[in-house]
């Protein structure tokens, strides 16, 4: 198979004790250009102090700002070109640990479809880069207690899950029915091999229909078009940066028929995998 856009881990930003939590100071440590889209395994959120240019999610160019924060799900493929002055902070918590937070199903991949830039106002944008200097002082102690930056990482996500919450009333309302958001993790885990609602409904313990109707009402999109949208992202992302041929893309998402995988594609995107690609 041929290779596919570059996935980083933390192991590419920082060793420590606490393995799974890296601060980086984006005067010192952060990078303003990066070229080449990738994508991490980690949970990433950009605390955007100053700055301006263009930030990249999964092909959808982003207007940076002054006071955002910028929320990067594992999977998402990404790149930016920033000012030179840029300040801010970049909090990379793993995965599974990630995962550990009892606000975590809020961070649902229906982000990767929706939100995942909020410019926040003075008074939110104070709160916040207080929580991540506090973030910074205690990690560069030279003993840290990393059961404090465990807790100030989970403060940290509380506080962002307030601010999308303020900002986007549609994530206020999954979270009234965490089914939904469960639903849409089960997808992002199981979409290669697993294209059926039933296959969901089951985990779930519910009905195929009643499934469709709380993402009808919650999500505002059918149980069957949220797989679909996870599966033409992935299609998207693949064209877009890997060398993998239609063929390999097709298999590589569980379609064993080359022609029905065009024609899905098509109906969804209005063009052809080739069409796509060759206007990149």
Known sequence: MSEEFPILGLENFHTSEAAEICLLNHVTHGNNKIKTAHSHDFYLFFLVAHSSGTHTIDFVNHPVTD????????????????????????LM??????????????????????????????????????????????????????????????????????????????????????????????IDEYYKQEKSVSFYADLLNITPNYLNILCQKYARLSANTIIQNRQILEIKRLLHISEMTIKQ???????????????????????????????L
């Open 67 to 90: 006071h955002q924060i910028h929320i990067l799900l594992p999977g998402q493929v990404h790149q930016w070109e920033l000012q030179e002055n840029t300040k801010g902070y970049q």
């Open 249 to 279: 893309i097709a298999y590589e998402l569980g379609f064993n028929d080359q022609a029905y995988f065009s024609n899905f594609f098509k109906r969804k995107m209005g063009v052809s995998p080739k069409e796509f690609r060759d206007k």
């Open 93 to 186: 918590i793993g995965k599974k640990l990630f995962q550990t937070f009892s606000n975590h199903l809020s961070f649902s991949p229906i982000l990767y479809f929706k939100h995942p830039v909020i410019t926040l106002n003075t008074e939110s944008f104070e709160q916040l880069n207080y929580e991540f200097k506090q973030f910074e002082q205690e990690t560069t102690q030279a003993k840290p207690q990393w059961d404090i930056v465990l807790l100030r990482s989970k403060l940290i996500a509380l506080f962002i899950e307030r601010e999308m919450e303020k900002s986007f009333k549609d994530l206020s309302a999954l979270k009234n029915n965490p089914i939904v958001a469960r639903y849409i993790n089960l």
